[in-house]
């Protein structure tokens, strides 16, 4: 039945949305894990404001390992949090440096080794630079799938856990981006626009129907 029910929901939201490319703005897996790490409590278009200038600067991670963190918070302070940011994603660069040989890796276990990088940011990393299974789980993903009553779950992993259950793989990384898409366009977080929604006939929250 749930296999069914998610099976619905993302191919109505396909028919909509189609497949969709992640909106940080990268040119390889470094600079996304550097984008998606800076995107942290901070609207995506406000990161690709700042990354090129960050990219020109420290393009790679063995340039970004030498970086003062200091310069780097100069060219993000527009950030929240960009003190810490800074200083994670220098001490990230270092890391991939030491440890995975200037190389950004492809597994959950050795992405969340580094520092600033959680289950989310890594499964963001995994789909997206990678084309690897990976569902990100961020506020939109989990209200939504909360309010269509797929999941009765507020944490981010046991939601993760549940989709990885019950969808291919194959659709984890573009199921997120649709969830996504869906909560900032129609699911908002304080009036949803259940009047126009395509997934009203399925959404336990919409008592209407
Ligand atoms: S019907 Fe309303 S609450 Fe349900 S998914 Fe659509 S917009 Fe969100």
Redo the contacts with the bound molecule.
């Keep these: 039945m749930k296999k069914t029910a998610f099976k619905k929901v993302y191919q109505i939201l396909w028919e909509k949305y189609g497949e969709c490319a992640c909106p940080l703005i990268h040119h390889s897996p470094f600079q996304l894990l550097a984008a998606v790490m800076l995107s942290a409590q901070c609207r995506d278009d406000r990161v690709n404001m700042v990354t090129p200038e960050l990219f020109r600067r420290w393009p790679t991670p063995a340039e970004m390992a030498l970086a003062d963190p200091e310069e780097v918070a100069q060219v993000i302070r527009t950030l929240g949090l960009f003190a810490a940011k800074s200083r994670n994603l220098v001490a990230c660069a270092r890391v991939l440096v030491q440890d995975f040989g200037g190389e950004v890796p492809q597994t959950m276990a050795d992405l969340t080794t580094l520092p600033g990088i959680g289950r989310k940011s890594a499964n963001v990393v995994l789909g997206n630079a990678f084309g690897l299974p990976g569902f990100p789980v961020d506020t939109h993903v989990n209200r939504?799938l909360n309010?269509?009553g797929l999941v009765q779950e507020s944490s981010p992993e046991k939601i993760e856990r549940i989709v990885n259950e019950a969808t291919d793989p194959a659709i984890w990384s573009n199921f997120s981006h649709l969830l996504i898409l869906?909560g900032r366009d129609?699911?908002?977080a304080r009036k949803?626009?259940?009047e126009v929604?395509?997934?009203?006939m399925l959404?336990?929250?919409?008592k209407k129907y």
């Design positions: 939504v309010r269509l869906h129609i699911c908002h949803p626009e259940c929604c395509p997934l009203a959404c336990r929250m919409n």
